[in-house]
């Protein structure tokens, strides 16, 4: 870009500061916010990170400005990209993507009121975006080829926003009858040209000889990531190929990334209870044979492959993983048999976005997010392994807790979780709340604890235990499978010694038990207080009541095939047997329940029955429903709304004061 646009040049140290001046917020703030950064992208010569930068907001419930962050690598220094739609909270860029060249930023940008996407491109020096496609529908994913082409996900007309947690499209008029369809696309002239067949939904895709790899299936897009098979996608016709099938239906695939030289596409494939939390073994496919065997590179490994890069310079493969409390990178070789090798491991959560880590071309650098419970994120930058912080606005932030990783043995297996106690306890015993992850296949990992739900819990005295039971991801794919037609069993039993373990470590008070959840989470919730009498309160979010129910009730009814081995239709019992309202009768813990209108992934009639279950029995509860959220709320007075009733029913339940 010329050096005549227009940019704003700050220092890394003066950036909250800037965001929060152009967001129109106070500067006189009684304490530090929390900078955050996600989708980070390092540029090919390794010269520039771009980031989706933000402030917490300073009063609960008011909406977050993000703004597009281009930082010099070399001296840190900040520029923030002046956004056609200005900075209005619903003015929002995503998925910023380098040219090979790295001379071009290209971005997504959802202007305020507009139903339209358009991708602008700006370069290094961050100067006044140009527009180069404004599109009738969603954009997702930008992708540039080595030669310099850029593709796009595009779904036409889209009657939802793209993913099942996003809030589900009003049912009213014909149900069904015409799905979105997520294509590639690529962008030519101010246009796009469809790279993609109109009846398959591409999840995620990559550039290949020839045309593209993808995952794809036909139909709902939301219901259908659980069977998606990889496919070729022909880059003149776009007509599409299988050239992988999943094995079993406890397969699923995500992540294609085609080799430097377009011969082999590497992809992780495991169980997965969501498109986008991704865990399981690393997995290649040459694609100048594709009938060939696809081969497991990492079996038997005991830990979970989160997201893959391969090695622009030379061909080599890495990728992301947790193992236990860890995050590591390893290093793999495709073409050769070997272990794969550690390059670095820390007890922290590490990401960037489109995979956990973003490569250069050069030099052998990477940049990626990194936090633990005690430490706000920063962007780290330098060799695999070997990075240092290249921001530093968050530092002075203090730690709100003191995290330690707590380990169990359950029957045959090690269980990993991880305690937060209060900064400065008070004397004596302090009630714990038990707070379930969602998936199942997912997994608590280090966090910040800054402004929210945690920290005010922390702060009036509660210890707070967040395990990993079976099911989750960590410890490679025979745990993730070992809930597989046992929901509810064996994971409690895991998250109970899990608490009897956090006991002999703290002083905590075995009478003053809560717990909560959200989704998986909220499930568990609302099973756990029918198989004990442990906790005396609970709160669940988005849960399941009755699972035969929810199979025709919910939008992603592929989901329960690999996790319950048949349809409900073929086999009731064994959904029956892992349904809380089958136990109603046994709950006498307080409950507060809360859910999206619109949830498509656990709809709102689940929570609605295990309410009116406890209103008819007697049971102290109540019940919350968000006026057009989906899975997941999004609305920051919904949150905020949330947040403080979920505190208000332990405080009177456990009375942590």
Partial sequence: MRARTAHLLIGAAALAAALLFAAGAQSDAAEQQVHNFAEVALS???AHVAAIESDDPQVDGTPVHRALVVRDTATGTARVVALPCGTDPDCVPSQPVWSPQGDRLVFVLRA????NRQLYETGADAGAPRKLVDFAGTLNDPRF???????????????????????????????????????????ENGTLRWASPPDLFVYEYDFATGGFVGTAAPGNGDNNWWIAKLYTFDGATGAANVVYAPSSPQQQLADPRVSPDGRTVAFIGGIMSDFGSTGGDVYALNLDHPG????????????????LAWDCRGGGLFFSQLRGAESGIVALDPSAPGAPKLLWSAPQSIDAGDAHFSLACTGGSAAAVRQDFEHAPE?????LGHWQDLTHVNAGLPAHTRAQSVTW?????????????????????????TSVHGGPSAASTPRYVGRGLTREALERGYYVFLPNPRGSFGQGETFTLANVKDFGYGDLQDDLRGIDAAEKLAPIDDARLGIVGYSYGGYMTMWAITQTQRFKAAVAGAGVSDWESYYGENGI????????GASVYDDPAIYRRSSPIEFIKNVKTPTFIFVGERDVECPMPQSQEYWHALKTLGVPTSFVVYEGEGHGLRGPAHRADSTRRTLAWFDTYLAAR
Avoid: C
């Fill in 557 to 564: 009814d592929e989901w329960m095939i690999p996790f319950f």
């Fill in 44 to 46: 090919p010569d390794g």
């Fill in 112 to 115: 305020p009121k507009a139903t």
């Fill in 409 to 433: 043995k359950n029957g045959a297996f090690d269980v990993q979780g991880w305690l937060l106690a209060p900064v400065h306890p008070a004397p004596g015993k302090h009630p714990l709340i």
């Fill in 379 to 383: 962007i780290a930058f330098g060799p």
């Fill in 292 to 307: 060939v065997t696809v081969r497991d590179l990492t079996p038997d490994y005991p830990a979970s492959a989160t997201s």
């Fill in 145 to 187: 080829s080595r030669d310099g082409r850029l593709a796009v996900l595009a779904t036409a007309g889209a009657h939802k926003e793209i993913g099942a947690t996003q809030a589900g499209a009003a049912l009213v008029g014909e149900i069904g009858e015409k799905p979105d369809e997520q294509r590639i696309a690529l962008v």
